[in-house]
């Protein structure tokens, strides 16, 4: 089993640390502020010239930029302890394995887990399995 990954950034992070506005690294990339809004927040994947732009405006290689990251990790962390609890009882795991699975390596992941625990899981949390976790 492969958790299922999304692209993240730390575009916010670098361009504060400039002290730019979105407005300002918007205009020296040749984008509109909303698109550097929608960077940011995680809801837009940059093209190869907008990211190499990004790269040479921040003096930072790419991979320091954008990573990826498990689906699973902000679903999880964007839960109350009240709701993993609930999570925990619906799939019928302790709680603390739960919060861990947000930090496992894909390696781990296959050892600790089950196809059909996992399935489970993502239908506690409101996704189709292929959502979450590749085979």
Known sequence: MKFKKKIKSKVKDFREKLGLTQ????????VSRQTIYYLEKGDYNPSLTISFKLSE???????????????IKDLLGNKTLDELESISETIGIK?????????????????????NELE????ALCYKFEDLFEE
């Not at 407005?23 to 040749?30: E, H, M, R, V």
């Not at 489970?120 to 239908?123: A, E, L, P, T, V």
Request: net charge negative; aromatic share 10%; hydrophobic share 40%.
């Open 23 to 30: 407005q300002q690294l918007a205009d020296k990339i040749g």
């Open 57 to 71: 405006i921040f003096d930072e290689q790419l991979d320091m930029i954008f990573y990826q990251e498990p689906i």
């Open 95 to 115: 709680k603390i394995k739960l919060i861990e699975l947000k930090n496992l390596n894909e390696t781990q992941l296959a050892l600790d887990y089950k196809k």
């Open 120 to 123: 489970k899981f993502s239908q």
